[in-house]
Every structure is written in structure tokens, then in C-alpha cells.
């Protein structure tokens, strides 16, 4: 049997300029266990992706601020503490730098993203000052969200609901947002495009980046399976 999965989406099942590797297509459908779509994206971005591959929508979103899996949701942390941090981050001349409609953010209802473009520093020193908030580097946007929200706490409500350990789980993953996850799994793997908290926190560090890492990764599995 091959083992479940928490799959990471960034970075680790997506081309380096950000598309969905057509390979997820080719090897998640059928993968015979159940996946974990676990992403700092908003909501809507997993469940997309869980249903047009054909999946059950078992999915972490928003760095674990939101967990959906048979049909309930849980919501965690503290959007508000976001929110002003953000705003008091505008107000000094900071911008969320999404331009115009921010699909990013639309639909976040546990923390706030700023672009990658966004002053970083600045951002910092103003998350700094607020009790229970931190700033989260995915190399995809800075995530302002309450502390003690993570991937991996949210992997615990979904893997029990499930009737599963998260130790029964392999993770895979590219950044800082994944240290949670791994640090729950039974087994991890950094894709080689990772930083250096992920490479640090995983059990491997694979050779290839984004899909090929990913794919490679999940072809042992299968072999071990049989
Ligand atoms: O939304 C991000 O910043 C990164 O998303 P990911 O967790 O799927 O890599
Ligand atoms: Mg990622």
C-alpha cells in the first residue's frame, strides 16, 4: 500500500513559474491513499485543485488557519490581529502589492499576504510590535497570521478526522510553511528548490526541484509499495 500524503502546492507540484506541473494530473489521481492539499493559498486554491485532479477536497489552507476534510471546516486564528497589522503597515506607506481586485487575499479569512515585493522590513517591524502575530516567507508572498497557526497543527485535525496519525503521512514540501508539516509526518522530503528552514526540518533533501523533486519522491514510494 502506498501511504497517504500531505502534498505542499508552491513550490513542490508547481513549475518554477508557478504553473501546475502537468505530472500532478498524471500521478495524483489514482495515488491509492488519501492526499492532504496542504498550501498557504487561500480556500478556494486547494479545493480547485483537489477537484479538478479528481480528489477527495481534504485540504489545509492558509498555513493551517483553515482545515477542511469531510465536509467540515475549521477555522483558526486570528484575522483581525492581521488585519491591523496590515493596515498599520499601509499606513506607513507599506503596500500588499497584489495591484487591483487582489485575488490573493479575497477569500483569507484566518491572515493577510503581501507580495514578495512587499517591504519586508518594514512589514517586520511592524508585526513585531503586535502580540501573537508573525510573518511567514514562502518565497510566494509574506504571510502576516497568528503564531501558533500551522500546517502541521492543522494536518492533526484532518488526519484524526480521517482516522489516521500524522505519522502515517509522507510530506512534501519547499518552505517555511512546511516545517509544521514535517515536523508531524511520519516521513519528510525538501524538493531541492527548498529553503533552507524546509531543507533543515525534512528528512531528505531530494536532488530535483519542484515536480521532478516531487515525483520523484512518490515513484519510490510506489516502488517500496509493491
Ligand atoms: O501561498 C504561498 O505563499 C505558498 O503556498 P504553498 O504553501 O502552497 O507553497
Ligand atoms: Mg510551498
Known sequence: MVPPLALDIDGTLTTPDHRIDPRAFELLPDWDAPI????????????????????????????????????????????????????AFRERGGEVGWGDGDTVNRWRETEVACSPDADEALLREVAAAVDDVEVVDTGYAYHVKSTGVSKGRALGVVTDALGLAADEFVAVGDSENDVSTFEVAGESYAVANADDAAREAADEVVSEGFMDGTASVLDRLRERAE
Open 36 to 87: 492532504v492539499f496542504a498550501t498557504g493559498k487561500a480556500f478556494p486554491y486547494p479545493v480547485a485543485l483537489a477537484h479538478f485532479l479528481g480528489r477527495e477536497e481534504t485540504v489545509i489552507a492558509e498555513n493551517g488557519g483553515v482545515a477542511y476534510v469531510d465536509g467540515e471546516t475549521t477555522v483558526v486564528g486570528d484575522p483581525d490581529a492581521a488585519r491591523a497589522v496590515v493596515e
